[in-house]
């Protein structure tokens, strides 16, 4: 393997390995090819695209089994408003005995710099689109995939925004009349480990393995982009994807902040003679559960990349205390118990400055985080089946090679008497729901009976064309969830241009009400973008 960045800018520009010269698109300028970017505005002002390029070159380390290089780009007053007030390191590093080279970056405000937004930043590699056709995100998430050539003018229709097209004339003709749209290979952060593309002649994997969450945005369940048509692989770090303003991080009054990206591990790998796509997936499998269990790397020199010694951990068991259902604490089985910076209840799903570390509560409710980046965070955490959030009453303060046991938590959820009726299950999913088939036009067949069908594109569609004259309605005890609830509150298209919103009812009977008591009404949204929600009382005499 032998990788060739570009001085003093560390831009990727070449990656050679098993005989072929370049794995990265050699067709695109050299800027072009493998890159860390963001996006940012002062504010009130528009997004600006950077491409972020380096203007000093060190070498931090180079010997026989480990070379560390560094590309440093950095603000001073004179720049104000051309390129964003941020010092960036970049970093690379490549190990003796290691298929791959790793990456990472420091990012630092320092106090009474201007004022920013940044609304992206990531890594994308973009790979050579005559040797990568194959792409795999997940073990039943991998397909040969379009050229990049189908997306243009003659070969594809634009649908509803420009990610997504549908193939008319492709290269290979047995992707005609699939959709194609990058959105449809997104995942949730607690599963984007590891995504990547195949070659088939040679047999080559290229591969982006992320071992830790810890300086992504907005817990485990917050989605990413991945690998999509280009072909391009990413590691996203803040996005605003699926989530809008809310996961924008907004320095203001000139705060200082300084936060480490990664690293993350671009992985090669290779067969002799196989051309079974599995193969390289399986490897590249094992690959990124070895450096899942190597984080923290010790080998990083960056002082500001914290090392295990210099980390702390807690313990602690959460138990649920809901007197409607047992006369004993209950277990949070399979809780998400995560820490991140101090905040409100639930605000780990907005933070977007600070570190976050998750893990899931075993059978019996206990729980353990290590290797925790020392600081001042709130615990937060969730438990499948009961609504809302709970959060630890104090600030827990984690200090280098401190172990804190919490001992017994207990989550009470709100409640205002028993359960009259529920639709669904609190799970942040809208899987139980009623999810319909695409219309046929508007097929990705790699979603045809598969648990992410609700990846497909234009479902929002598919509503109006089961409630063509009124809207849903819902009747408590008589309707089934799984096939009577849309999954997902969607508009109504009217014409090209407009959209009216839509009203649904939930029908149910009670064969009592106790005029003196108060009757509360709990909606769990598992996400929203650009919508209101009203909730009316009719009521009958």
Known sequence: MKLTL???????????????????????????????DLVWSEPGGPGIFDVIKGTDFEVILED?????????????????????????????????????????????????????NMAETRVAFKLRKDKFHYMAVGNDRQRIMPMPDDRMAGRCQQL????????????????????????????????????????????????????SDEFRTGGPTKQNLTSHVGPTTLAMFFSAHYSGDDLVPKFRNGESWKKVFGPV?????????????????????????????CWPYAFPLS???????????ITGRLLVCDRYIDEQDLYASSAYIGLALPGEVGSWQRECKGYQFWTRAEAN?????????TGYYNLYAWVPGFIGDYMYDTTIAIMSGTSIDLGDLVYRPPRDGPTLWEIGYPDRSAAEFYVPDPKPDYVNRLYLNHPDRFRQYGLWER????????????????????????????????????????????KFKLDYVNQTETYMLRVAIASATLSEMQVNRLLRL
């Open 463 to 506: 509503y109006a064309d089961l409630y063509p004259d009124s809207d849903l309605v819902y009747t408590v005890g008589v309707s089934d969830f799984t096939k009577d609830w849309f999954f997902a509150q969607v508009t109504r298209r009217n014409d090209q241009n407009s959209y009216s919103p839509t009203t649904w009812q939930i």
């Open 160 to 211: 509803a925004y420009p990610e997504a097209v549908l193939l008319t004339n492709p290269i290979y003709p047995d992707l005609t009349g699939e959709v194609d749209d990058k959105y449809q290979y997104s995942c949730d952060n607690k599963d984007n480990k590891i995504h990547g593309w195949i070659s088939f002649d040679p047999p080559i994997g290229f591969w982006q393995i992320t071992p």
């Open 64 to 116: 026989e089994n480990q070379v560390e290089v560094s590309f440093t780009r950095r603000w001073d007053p004179s720049l104000k408003g051309t390129i964003v007030p941020l010092n960036i390191d970049k970093r690379f590093i490549v190990l003796r005995g290691s298929s791959g080279f790793y990456t990472y970056s420091i990012y630092e405000h320092l106090e009474g710099w201007p004022d920013f």
């Open 6 to 36: 570009s001085k003093p800018e560390g831009i990727v520009t070449g990656v050679q390995y098993n005989g072929v010269d370049n794995l990265m698109e050699i067709l695109n300028k050299e800027d072009n090819r493998g890159y860390w």
């Open 265 to 293: 591990f671009m992985y090669l790998n290779s067969t002799w003679g196989e051309t079974d796509p599995h193969i390289l997936w399986e490897d590249a499998n094992l690959q990124m559960k070895t450096e899942v269990e």
């Open 303 to 313: 002082e500001d990349f914290q090392k295990a010694e210099e980390r702390g951990s």
């Open 365 to 373: 409710g206990f729980f353990s985080i290590k290797n925790i980046h």
